[in-house]
């Protein structure tokens, strides 16, 4: 059974930082599509940025550099270090894994639970 558990979120003041990291275990493939989606109240859920089954890093053209995602392949764990981070960054973030491309907002793969990140201004 395919397990995705998100950890880090909490409360921060605006200009902070936070780490995220994501577990996945119970997967058929050691290699695997990994990545960030978050979800504000009322908003669609947004894509953040992945690593890919064979190691390339992708982001979304809204992080503008402020973060950075690395992954852990011999822990199958993937961090998010979120940084300068504003009060319009408050969302669930979500990992999600999927072995057979990659995961998508629609939401294809396997998700976690989500993480909340609280940004007060």
């Known amino acids: 059974q395919v397990q995705v558990v998100e950890s880090g979120g909490g409360s921060v003041q605006a200009g902070g930082s936070l780490r995220l990291s994501c577990a996945a275990s119970?997967?058929?493939?050691?290699?695997?599509?990994m990545g960030w989606y978050r979800q504000a109240p009322g908003k669609k859920r947004e894509f953040i940025g992945l690593?890919?089954?064979?190691?390339?890093?992708l982001y979304a053209d809204s992080i503008e550099g402020r973060w950075t995602i690395s992954k852990d392949s011999a822990k199958n764990i993937l961090y998010l270090q979120m940084s300068s981070l504003k009060p319009d960054d408050s969302a669930m973030y979500y990992c999600?894994?999927?072995?057979?491309?990659?995961?998508?907002?629609?939401?294809?793969?396997?998700w976690g639970q989500g993480t909340q990140v609280t940004v007060s201004s």
């Open positions: 999600a894994v999927r072995e057979e491309g990659c995961p998508g907002v629609a939401g294809t793969g396997y």
């Open positions: 119970g997967l058929s493939y050691s290699r695997y599509c």
């Open positions: 690593v890919t089954k064979d190691g390339r890093t």
